[in-house]
């Protein structure tokens, strides 16, 4: 029987999410609107625990520590592999007796400039240089996407079971319940129950990526090229 899970969602990934609403709604018949239906399908997939993701992240210089993530695969073409990824964590249950939580953190291309893993790691305010403090329980094999699918499974279930158990694996404060029902959600906010308001998700925005004075912002709010800022440093 399919454990089901508490979906969090931080702004970050409301405004991906209102991102491809948007290209949805101007071409309802286009692969945005077959991508929208495979996008709210698998937040479906996440919660009822169907899926429990592709495969776990780990550490890569550049790229960030991000091995307490994992990364799952959506089509916005049927006739095509999958061209979108979904980045998640597993987090334990607020207490006795309440679900288990899985927090979005991103919805974005797999190809391109716009660096899904360097989004996740500023709104996880992660220099994509630095290894985390804590992480280490989750071992230090690198992000792997190969290999047999009961092999990725086994690293899926011992990873989300260390997660359960940590204390520090806590959802971003930004992070709020979604709320997806039986049966696919025609609208984000069937699937979200209530959305953030532009004054929140602009705050949250701004808190979520830490910069020194000096440093010029790249296009996810980290500076493209440089040595970790000492208040990242572990």
Same mark, same amino acid.
């Given at each position: 029987?399919s454990? $089901?899970?508490?979906?969090?969602?931080?702004?970050?990934?409301?405004? &991906?999410?209102?991102? #491809?609403?948007? !290209?949805?709604?101007?071409?309802?018949?286009?692969?945005?609107?077959?991508?929208r239906?495979?996008?709210?399908? $698998?937040?479906?997939?996440?919660?009822?625990? /169907?899926?429990?993701? $592709?495969?776990?992240?780990?550490?890569?210089?550049? +790229?960030?520590?991000?091995?307490?993530?994992?990364?799952?695969?959506?089509?916005?073409?049927?006739?095509? +592999?999958?061209?979108?990824?979904?980045? *998640?964590?597993? =987090?334990?249950? &607020?207490?006795?007796?309440?679900? %288990?939580?899985?927090? #979005?953190?991103?919805? /974005?291309?797999?190809?391109? @400039?716009?660096? =899904?893993?360097? $989004?996740?790691? !500023?709104r996880?305010?992660?220099?994509?240089?630095?290894?985390?403090?804590?992480?280490?329980? *989750?071992?230090?094999? %690198?992000?792997?996407?190969?290999?047999?699918?009961?092999?990725?499974?086994?690293?899926?279930?011992? +990873?989300?079971? =260390?997660?359960? !158990?940590?204390a520090?694996?806590?959802?971003?404060?930004t992070?709020?319940?979604?709320?997806?029902?039986?049966?696919?959600?025609?609208?984000?906010?069937?699937a @979200?129950?209530?959305?953030?308001?532009?004054?929140?998700?602009a705050?949250?925005?701004?808190? @979520?990526?830490?910069?020194? !004075?000096?440093?010029?912002?790249? %296009?996810?709010g980290?500076?493209?090229t440089?040595?970790?800022?000492?208040?990242?440093?572990?």
């Open positions: 029987m454990e $089901h899970y508490l979906l969090l969602g931080n702004p970050g990934f409301d405004l &991906d999410y209102r991102r #491809l609403d948007a !290209a949805a709604s101007r071409y309802p018949t286009g692969p945005e609107a077959w991508l239906r495979q996008v709210l399908r $698998h937040l479906l997939d996440l919660s009822n625990g /169907k899926t429990d993701g $592709h495969h776990a992240l780990g550490y890569e210089p550049g +790229k960030g520590d991000l091995r307490d993530c994992v990364v799952g695969y959506v089509q916005s073409d049927p006739e095509r +592999k999958p061209d979108y990824r979904l980045v *998640f964590r597993e =987090i334990g249950p &607020d207490g006795p007796g309440k679900l %288990p939580r899985r927090e #979005l953190l991103a919805v /974005k291309p797999r190809h391109g @400039s716009n660096n =899904i893993y360097a $989004h996740v790691c !500023a996880l305010d992660r220099h994509p240089a630095d290894r985390q403090r804590g992480l280490n329980r *989750f071992g230090d094999r %690198p992000a792997d996407s190969g290999g047999s699918q009961a092999t990725r499974q086994a690293e899926l279930d011992t +990873k989300r079971a =260390i997660a359960h !158990a940590w520090g694996q806590q959802p971003l404060a992070s709020r319940p979604l709320q997806v029902g039986p049966g696919p959600p025609r609208t984000y906010a069937e @979200s129950g209530r959305g953030w308001t532009p004054a929140l998700t705050a949250t925005s701004r808190a @979520s990526r830490p910069l020194p !004075a000096t440093a010029r912002p790249g %296009p996810t980290w500076p493209p440089r040595a970790a800022p000492p208040w990242t440093r572990g």
